[in-house]
């Protein structure tokens, strides 16, 4: 199987229509899957500002200003590569201002943007706040930015000798020479009538190569494809609704509700449940095992899986209440004994009768 997501929209099925059209010996090529897959530029990148509309990210007006400005255009050049009107232009730059997109993370809206200034504090955060399993906290691009500049680090994976640079997630000196890119959809008629299983998928919360574009060119905007099953929701292990998905002939599109960009990096569970469902089956999937937590339990899957660290603290609270709750019981009993007493010296008091002696 071939899987990857992203840029991967390209790559995958350049790759994947190569490996069929010229096998490998020793290689029986299954299938690919893709998520959130960068497929045509026209196509994904037209669909943003729809997307930034509907979830609420922009005023109708800058989306009315948009669609009367920028019709038939490409949006990326305008997006990306400061091509376009200045009608166009202006239009996206008011609904960006208004989206405020410098304070969100385009690629997981609901997720939090990092705020860390420098290298120092950035080492520091990870330690003081620790983040739930299966989590990836808003960052980490930081955390990977400051060990991957460290000279014993690129020294060990020998990316660079007798010099070291500041690394980066994205390379602009490449980014910005790099003027043309290819639609992999004419690799697609191809390489679905090979019979390989075929999976797209998407986090519905990435606004940047968003499920919206993704449908259009899998659809009506693309391929074309015929529908086979219809859509419908699909759950996770853990009984929780974990999107939607759809059956076109040999291919399956599948929503995560809640992912992102990277889906496996945010909801780890649902997306290790799709892979392998794909894989193997969904009759098999059923019956595999996957690991559980606390909220799990909560939402109502047996739990079957605690971590060390909760089942000591767990311990340490227990025996916390448990010493509370025993002197609540003393001091309860000492304080009705002394009560006791106090009345009953009173009412000794109060009985009493007064003697004089005669001289």
């Not at 943003?48 to 109708?60: A, K, P, R, V």
């Not at 996770?236 to 995560?256: C, H, M, S, V, W």
């Not at 496996?264 to 019956?287: D, M, S, T, W």
Request: hydrophobic share 35%; with cysteine; glycine share 6%.
């Amino acid at each position: 199987y071939i899987t990857g997501e992203s840029y991967a929209g390209i790559y995958i099925p350049f790759l994947t229509e190569k490996l069929v059209k010229a096998p490998l010996s020793g290689v029986e090529l299954k299938g690919f899957a893709i998520g959130n897959p960068f497929t045509d530029e026209a196509i994904d990148s037209n669909s943003q500002m729809d997307y930034d509309y509907n979830h609420g990210l922009i005023s109708i007006e800058s989306y009315k200003a948009i669609q009367k400005s920028c019709q038939n255009k490409v949006l990326a050049q305008c997006l990306y590569y400061d091509r376009c009107s200045d009608d166009c232009g202006k239009a996206l730059d008011e609904a960006n201002a208004e989206a405020n997109t410098t304070y969100l993370d385009p690629y997981y809206l609901v997720g939090d943007k990092c705020v860390l200034d420098d290298q120092i504090t950035t080492l520091q955060y990870h330690y003081v706040r620790p983040l739930h399993r299966g989590t990836v906290g808003p960052c980490s691009a930081n955390f990977a930015t400051t060990y991957l500049s460290q000279e014993n680090v690129q020294q060990a994976i020998h990316a660079f000798e007798n010099t070291t640079i500041s690394w980066s997630q994205c390379n602009f000196n490449i980014s910005e020479i790099y003027s043309r890119t290819y639609s992999a959809l004419p690799k697609y008629p191809t390489i679905l009538s090979a019979g390989l299983k075929a999976l797209i998928y998407s986090g519905d919360v990435d606004s940047v190569v968003n499920f919206i574009g993704t449908q259009r060119w899998l659809t009506t905007d693309g391929l074309n494809l015929t529908v086979k099953d219809k859509w419908h929701a699909w759950f996770g292990p853990d009984k929780q609704l974990a999107g939607y998905t759809e059956r076109y002939t040999n291919l399956t599109f599948t929503t995560i509700k809640g992912a992102g960009h990277m889906v496996p990096a945010v909801r780890p569970l649902h997306g290790l449940y799709l892979f392998e469902c794909f894989i193997y089956g969904e009759q098999a999937c059923k019956n595999f095992d996957y690991p559980k937590d606390e909220l799990e339990y909560v939402s109502g899957a047996e739990p079957d899986y605690f971590d060390d660290d909760s089942s000591v603290s767990f311990t340490v609270y227990l025996y916390i209440a448990a010493a509370a709750v025993l002197a609540v019981i003393v001091g309860g009993v000492w304080w009705q004994r002394i009560s006791r007493r106090k009345t009953a010296y009173v009412e000794l008091k109060s009985g009493a009768t007064t003697y004089q002696t005669q001289p």
